[in-house]
């Protein structure tokens, strides 16, 4: 190419003109999308357009329409994911009306925050504010001169279109489901200062505490990244709460990371939650419970009120102010460490368990819980009986009781623990049901090994029933085959009572083959040995020592695939002892799978070498008792409590 190709001047719009015939406001009218043009001519004029490179001058084009076809998003912090996914629902709603985007990072700085909006408004039509820092006087004393302009994460103030986010509703949920599990002193890793957000999230979490009298809080300062809640680490662990808020996903990535280095057990040792739901958020280890806010919907919901204020008809649907967000539990949050259940203030000493005179179910919020009345009139929360609709599918979704408690208050189920997420408290988890998995996670095929499956089915309760003298309760379950036919019904009934020095829980299911004929197997009937789980299974924590005992058996070895009447896991932690007495059907005993090395955990055995089959129109009726006591037994003693579980 020569030197003179090189410097040939890019086509002038009078050319294209001259060429086509027209005159140069017909060919502006062409290049900005003007309908004004007869089709025909049009299509000539970008087809001589297209022939001479010609490309419209973005400067003129402005100067011309008035508007720089650009918005500006003004954000603390570019690296914080929940801004990345905000830009991108502004970006790409935009790009839709032809918009481009053009991005100022603050760097959490609130001094700086005025001139950077001042300054990108000068280059583009109108702006977006995403969680600004600076205070609320200065804030509403700029948006006159920036706009138009809406503003993400702040109260609405009646004149600029806002997008809040109802914190409080997400905090209040965080703090239910904590308090639910058994949780009374909780710790908020703070956010930046000069955070809108931060100053809400502290505000929902001191009114949340306020109103319940047993609930501590604590407030340690950190900031907004994963270092700070990396440095926080050792301020959270000499708090001695058993349960942390951070302020959002990566604070709580952070203080993950450094609890992880320490060899704290998350959530054995200390509950972890989060706020946001950011990408990785379930990819974390453990994956991480937090509040769901849905970010690129907010962007995009953004650019259609901008739209709006520009003159333009952008059909995107605006979200609802403010936004509530939807907690997801993950694996970072469980029952309060048992050691430190047993000795908080708001619960009865080590020294003395409380005795159970009475026991009730009642529904609160759609959920059902099981209260144990004390003799001295003291409620003891014992159970609460979780639907499993979030459950992810993967894991076959089932009800579930969890957390189960002793009347002291020591928690004896474990959920989606880290060595096997689909274990969840105690529940009817069978590995294979003609094809179908109600276990959760791989599936054992003859030949190959565990496989992971699109074999998961599902187990929905119609609506539990509780009996008029609240002492069972009755619900009626579906089960969903994977490809979410029904399968099979069962009604499931759970009734408790009084024990000396504790507490007992009968399940019973009658499993009806109301469909077709039943066949279910496990991992033993497929090939591997011992390994014939399935049923009903209690999946408990683990202590600083667990014995497993049966009628003349102690350990692991003796009492796996033994046929014991019963089963006890007598653990201790620190000074404290429970007893978990699980007692077969009289009428059906079957061997046991029983855990204690790898995990603590034990069910009878619906098919332990031979698959179990049930006709079309038969049904199979499954029980299980369990005694659960604040102290530890011997065999002999077991054996005699074992004796009146079914009276």
Do not use: K
């Not at 320490?262 to 990785?280: W, Y």
Request: charged share 20%; proline share 6%.
């Amino acid at each position: 190419m020569t030197q003179n190709a090189w410097a040939r001047p890019a086509p002038t719009i009078a050319e294209v003109a001259q060429a086509a015939g027209v005159s140069r406001a017909t060919v502006s009218r062409v290049m900005n999308g003007r309908v004004t043009v007869d089709e025909d001519l049009a299509q000539r004029v970008r087809e001589v357009a297209e022939r001479l490179h010609y490309r419209p001058s973005t400067v003129a084009r402005s100067l011309s329409l008035g508007r720089t076809n650009t918005v500006a998003v003004v954000v603390p912090d570019l690296a914080n994911p929940m801004f990345q996914q905000i830009l991108r629902g502004v970006s790409a709603a935009a790009a839709e009306d032809g918009y481009r985007v053009l991005v100022a990072d603050t760097s959490e700085t609130a001094s700086d925050e005025r001139q950077v909006a001042l300054d990108a408004r000068l280059r583009c039509d109108a702006l977006v504010l995403v969680s600004p820092r600076m205070p609320e006087a200065e804030l509403r004393a700029l948006l006159p001169e920036v706009g138009p302009v809406v503003v993400i994460n702040r109260e609405p103030d009646g004149a600029t279109p806002t997008l809040a986010i109802d914190y409080a509703a997400g905090i209040e949920e965080i703090v239910e489901h904590l308090v639910g599990l058994g949780h009374r002193h909780l710790l908020y890793l703070a956010g930046p200062v000069a955070s809108a957000s931060h100053a809400a999230r502290l505000a929902a979490l001191r009114t949340a505490a306020a109103r319940r009298a047993e609930v501590r809080l604590s407030e340690c300062a950190a900031g907004s990244s994963v270092d700070s809640g990396y440095a926080a680490a050792g301020d959270v662990l000499a708090s001695r709460a058993t349960a942390v808020v951070a302020y959002n996903d990566l604070v709580a990535f952070g203080l993950l990371a450094r609890l992880n280095e320490l060899g704290v057990a998350v959530p054995g040792d200390l509950s972890v939650t989060g706020f946001d739901d950011i990408e990785l958020a379930r990819f974390s280890v453990p994956s991480l419970t937090t509040a769901t806010v849905p970010q690129v919907e907010l962007g995009r919901s953004a650019w259609g009120r901008l739209g709006a204020l520009v003159g333009l008809g952008t059909g995107v649907e605006a979200l609802d102010s403010p936004v509530r967000p939807r907690l997801a539990v993950r694996a970072s949050t469980g029952p309060v460490p048992p050691a430190v259940g047993a000795s908080t203030a708001d619960r009865a000493p080590a020294r003395t368990a409380p005795t159970v005179a009475q026991v009730r179910w009642r529904t609160e919020g759609g959920v059902l819980l099981l209260d144990g009345v004390s003799d001295e009139g003291a409620e003891l929360p014992l159970v609460r009986y979780e639907p499993g609709d979030r459950v992810p599918r993967v894991h076959a979704p089932r009800p579930h009781l969890h957390p189960v408690r002793s009347a002291a208050g020591v928690s004896l189920t474990e959920t989606s623990p880290v060595d096997h997420r689909h274990h969840y408290g105690v529940s009817m988890a069978v590995p294979v049901v003609n094809g179908t998995s109600y276990w959760g996670g791989r599936t054992y095929v003859r030949d190959e090994g565990p496989t992971l499956l699109p074999n998961h089915g599902r187990q929905v309760g119609q609506g539990a029933r509780v009996a008029p003298d609240a002492t069972s309760v009755t619900d009626e379950v579906v089960w969903y085959d994977e490809h979410d036919e029904v399968l099979l019904r069962e009604t499931r009934t759970l009734a408790a009572a009084p024990a000396p020095g504790g507490w007992t829980l009968r399940w019973t299911s009658v499993l009806r083959a109301t469909e077709r004929d039943l066949q279910i197997e496990s991992p033993g009937t497929n090939g591997r040995a011992n390994a014939g789980y399935g049923g009903l299974f209690w999946r408990l924590p683990g202590a600083h020592a667990t014995l497993a005992l049966g009628r003349g058996l102690v350990g692991e070895a003796s009492v796996h695939g033994s046929d014991s009447p019963w089963l006890a896991f007598v653990q201790r932690r620190d000074t404290a002892a429970t007893t978990l007495l699980l007692v077969q059907d009289p009428d059906a005993v079957r061997p046991w799978f029983a855990r204690v090395a790898e995990y603590v955990g034990a069910g009878p055995a619906l098919a332990w070498d031979e698959p179990l089959r049930v006709a079309h129109g038969d049904e199979l009726v499954v029980r299980m008792a369990a005694v659960v006591l604040d102290r530890a037994v011997d065999g002999d003693e077991a054996d005699a409590l074992a004796a009146g579980a079914w009276a």
